[in-house]
């Protein structure tokens, strides 16, 4: 295992039970080893006009092995019409928490 095969995976929702529900679903289904869900402001533009809004993130801690399935299944299960899903990889970390990472999404 090196630290270049974990992966931070990130999307956001707008209510905190909907993040939570998305987050303990994919831990679930070993998509990830687990997740951070926490409170942000977001500024952006949708559909040609800039808005704020306060939404909840979601930080998924897993595989680059698993990551296409992952992506797949947030697509799936998301509410968003188009979510945000952004994978970025682990440059350094401890070894034992890596290696529990791999173990928590390699499946039963």
Not at 24 to 35: G, H, N
Not at 37 to 66: L, N
Not at 71 to 87: D, I, Q
Request: with cysteine; hydrophobic share 45%.
């Amino acid at each position: 295992m090196t630290t270049r095969d974990v992966l931070v995976v990130t999307t956001t929702h707008d209510a905190q039970e909907k993040a939570r529900a998305l987050a303990e679903l994919v831990v679930r289904e070993r998509l990830a080893a687990c997740a951070q869900v926490y409170p942000i402001d977001s500024v952006y533009r949708w559909e040609g006009e800039v808005r704020s809004e306060p939404e909840w993130r979601i930080d998924f801690k897993t595989t680059a092995g698993v990551v296409d399935r992952l992506t797949a299944f947030l697509r799936e299960h998301h509410g968003y019409e188009t979510p945000e899903v952004v994978a970025v990889p682990v440059v350094a970390g401890s070894e034992a928490y890596l290696a529990w990472v791999a173990a928590e999404t390699a499946g039963p």
